[in-house]
């Protein structure tokens, strides 16, 4: 039922790539079959399954089971193509489910608009766009009720949140974060071609303008370019840094900003230490820029960083907002830079995003919570006989929701480790070298969402070189992160399949 | 009082190096004034101290301040024997702050008994032997009250502790560890010294038997031989194994041993855990040394490795149990060793041997009721009527301790992260090159009292090169991490200085 209604509706969003490829004389073959495939087992599974009492369980499996099996439809067009390294099946579903948990990892070994075609690469970033719109639902219609890794606390701002999905409200909610979200979309795609038409960015036409709008508010990061956004202007860097900002903003804030209530989402506690974070990272990254210490050879495509305010601060800055709103984007090759500032942006793969955006990784809010929640650890330490709460955005935050918290925080950071030991063992196997700090960088780029890392896997290069195994780990993890892992990780438990 | 009371008896120690300093015929200068120094500063704090109703601030102050004075009063002998790079106060503080602490990192320059004597190097081993009994008491008798960071889950299996620290009881079971402590001392002296006479180990001797067993069972590290225990034959590095799997195992799980009650060290689920994550980190790191893939280079001083079953095995066994315990001994370099298998090491800096045991690090324990916690939560997540506590050894680990423990993880990593990232922001203003690898392992080998890590503070080399502002820094760390990280912390909050 469920599944099935997502593929159906889903299969009317190759119409965009098709008008592309009308216009642009490319195949439309791809997209009509990835049309016809989406309808078809929209159908099967809608005609199938019957439910609409959905429990608890259910709803588990058939969000799980939603994100894996669009992904899997959305591999069609690039199989039917059959261009490049993403003709292979495995690589086809790499890029397809990298697109639709808006991760922005590639195994497309050519990323270039005369190999695979607009439309194809149109396609790509309608994935991640499409991808974005499914996060905003699950994040505050779905996952909240499910409890799980303290999901509860992203409801908090999202207007007139009741806990019956089946209310028109959520359906209000839902459709007031998507036009928030396309419209942020159109605005973006305005701002980056109209600095084209301005002449400041000669090669960001109406094409690129779109295609970057459609990944830049998913948090997703894929580019048509092959060196990302280092392609363009430093003017269209500097104006894509607010747009990645407010992707990785929760959402439900704006809905009450444009409802005249700018305050709850300038007193909103995420989004303070959200833009603390992203100024923290960014003065220490572009010091070391400036300093010239954090580059390790100046690339001979870039103009001068070190010394240079101007671009020691945009280049720093940017790929720190690029990372901790998991968008992946680059304006240069962090594979320039010294280990240290690569260190440093390392651990900025960790923090994430705010609740309610499509941002991935471990959150803001939760960060916020643990801290909050440490330091009364301490307070009691002193003071056993008080009793305190702790307190967010002038609610309290129930205990239950702040032990999930901190057993997401633990649990992903176990995976963490556990998948770089993976990753890194079959890297050696395969004879593929990898630094530490590499290997690291794969697991968390996958993971968190983020896309990119070091190494042979940095932001102008690709996760081709992995073994089929490593790939379709990578997929798993890109899957399980997208989800907030707990959901995902509930149905592999044996509790799960029993009353 | 208690402060004046611990120094007053660590007064005496300097007994020990002073007689060996009188049988090697060097300077007893040294000692005298460091038991001078101890009686008379001890003195003085208990003439000052009043107390006797110890309140629960008082206690975290005091054992804070304890930790403090101990290893500023280690420093006299270095400081008046004079002699190489410990002679600076900083460096000073640094190695007995390193020795009290259980820790191992140095920054003696050039380690040989020619250079500073056998009294010197003694007194070195000592410190950590003391400090390793200091940190059994704490683990029983203080910090279970105190309850911070869960560390009540360590008295669990301590045989008759009440909550009432001056009854004969705690006294009785501190008295019943430190006998533990100390047989398992002799004995591993006795078997590294019988071993030398059985002469399959050429260069042990009676100084260097004593000398080890001192830094064994407080999962020191400190060696008087420069190149550690690379120095010995292969049957003292397979002798030391067990010796420093007891170290890292809880000691109350020893008593009931050597009551007739085997089943209470077999049936322990932190132990069984605890053997486990050795095995398996061993066996990981020991294939990848067998297959040649672990190793970058091969030491000329070690015999082949790759293919070498017995010589892998030792050698991935030996680096992985003196990492997991939290000793910090080294049987080889590790710097010739492939990233992917430094990788892998670093990773088991963040296990820790057990509670109840001198070793650092988060602990077993931890991780295993983090572990039984997720799985908790998965379950509810499934079932959310039901009601399902976590379970330790047959007994209920009740929500706070549970809360707790996640705190404490959560803390712990994100002060490794916040550590790295300015001690490696130090190593980048002084010149000091580091690579990201080598940078988290100077973070966490202090934080965690593991001793050495990568680079330039590899096993065979030291912590010199860093500047004084970063050994300060380090210094912290290994204060509060042999302190269990919050139990320090709550002292410098400032609703700990009000009522
Ligand atoms: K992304
Ligand atoms: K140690």
Do not use: C
């Amino acid at each position: 039922g469920f599944v099935g209604r997502v593929l159906k509706y889903l299969g009317i969003t190759p119409l965009v790539p098709l008008l592309a490829a009308f216009y642009y004389g490319e195949s439309p073959v791809p997209f009509v079959a990835t049309s016809a495939v989406m309808l078809g087992v929209g159908l099967l599974f809608e005609f199938l399954g019957r439910e609409d009492e959905l429990g608890r369980r259910e709803a588990f499996l058939l969000v799980s089971l939603a994100w894996l099996v669009v992904p899997l439809a959305g591999t069609v067009p690039y199989l039917v193509a059959g261009t490049g390294t993403v003709a292979g099946p495995i690589n086809a579903l790499f890029e397809s489910m990298s697109g639709f948990t808006t991760t922005g990892a590639t195994v497309l070994g050519e990323i270039s608009v005369e190999r695979h075609g607009h439309a194809m690469l149109l396609w790509r970033q309608l994935t991640q766009w499409l991808g974005g719109m499914g996060i905003l639902v699950l994040m505050v219609a779905i996952l909240p009720e499910m409890s799980v890794g303290g999901a509860q606390v992203m409801d908090q701002e999202a207007p007139g949140l009741s806990l019956d999905k089946l209310t028109p409200r959520i359906q209000e909610t839902a459709r007031a974060l998507w036009g928030i979200y396309a419209g942020f979309t159109l605005l973006a795609a305005l701002v980056y071609f109209g600095l084209g038409v301005a002449d400041v960015a000669p090669n960001m036409g109406l094409y690129n303008a779109v295609a970057h709008a459609l990944t830049t508010l998913p948090t997703g990061g894929f580019s048509p370019e092959a060196r990302s956004t280092e392609a363009f202007a430093p003017a269209i860097q500097w104006a894509m840094m607010p747009f990645m900002l407010i992707a990785g903003t929760n959402f439900a804030l704006f809905w009450h900003v444009f409802r005249g209530d700018p305050r709850h989402l300038t007193d909103n506690a995420e989004f303070r230490a959200y833009l603390l974070v992203v100024a923290g990272f960014g003065a220490v990254v572009s010091a070391l820029l400036f300093a010239g210490v954090g580059i390790a050879e100046t690339p001979s495509n870039v103009d001068a960083i070190a010394g240079n305010v101007e671009n020691a601060l945009r280049q720093g800055l940017f790929q720190v907002v690029a990372i901790v709103t998991t968008t992946g984007y680059a304006s240069m090759d962090v594979n320039t830079w010294d280990a240290s500032a690569q260190t440093i942006l390392l651990f900025a793969y960790f923090l994430g995003g705010s609740a309610g955006s499509a941002a991935g990784s471990i959150k803001i809010v939760r960060w916020v919570i643990a801290k909050r929640a440490a330091g009364r650890s301490l307070f009691v330490a002193a003071h056993p006989e008080a009793v305190r709460p702790v307190r967010l955005n002038d609610e309290v935050v129930d205990e239950d929701t702040i032990r999930e918290v901190f057993v997401f925080v633990t649990v992903f950071v176990v995976l963490f480790a556990v998948s770089t030991m993976l990753l890194y063992l079959d890297s050696v196997r395969t004879g593929l070298s990898l630094s530490g700090l590499e290997a690291m960088s794969v697991a968390i780029a996958t993971l968190g969402n983020v896309g990119p890392g070091f190494g042979p896997v940095g932001p102008m290069n690709s996760f081709l070189p992995f073994s089929d195994a490593a790939k379709l780990y990578m997929v798993f993890l890109m899957w399980i992160g997208r989800l907030e892992v707990l959901s995902v990780l509930v149905i592999f438990t044996s509790s799960f399949w029993t009353r």
